[in-house]
């Protein structure tokens, strides 16, 4: 299971890590936190089961997108 708590800039830096050119913050175990403070795993998907695409667009999930419930 992938965590979904958005995290601050500050506890983010705390964690073995280190920032991209994309701003987005790399942990030593291959998962990674976006600029919002939101993680991803090493295979590189949220806990919505989100991802971002090689243009680096945020992608949801394909059976989620466009909806707006859950």
Same mark, same amino acid.
């Given at each position: 299971?992938?965590?979904s708590t958005k995290k601050t800039k500050e506890e983010i830096e705390k964690l073995p890590g280190e920032y991209d050119e994309d701003n987005f913050y790399h942990l030593k175990d291959g998962g990674f /936190? #976006? $600029?919002q403070g939101y /993680? !991803?795993?090493?295979?590189? !998907? #949220?806990a919505e089961g989100g991802h971002y695409n090689d243009e680096g667009v945020y992608e949801e999930r394909? $059976?989620?997108a466009g909806k707006n419930g859950p």
């Open positions: 299971m992938v965590e /936190y #976006d $600029e /993680y !991803f795993n090493q295979w590189g !998907f #949220d394909p $059976e989620r």
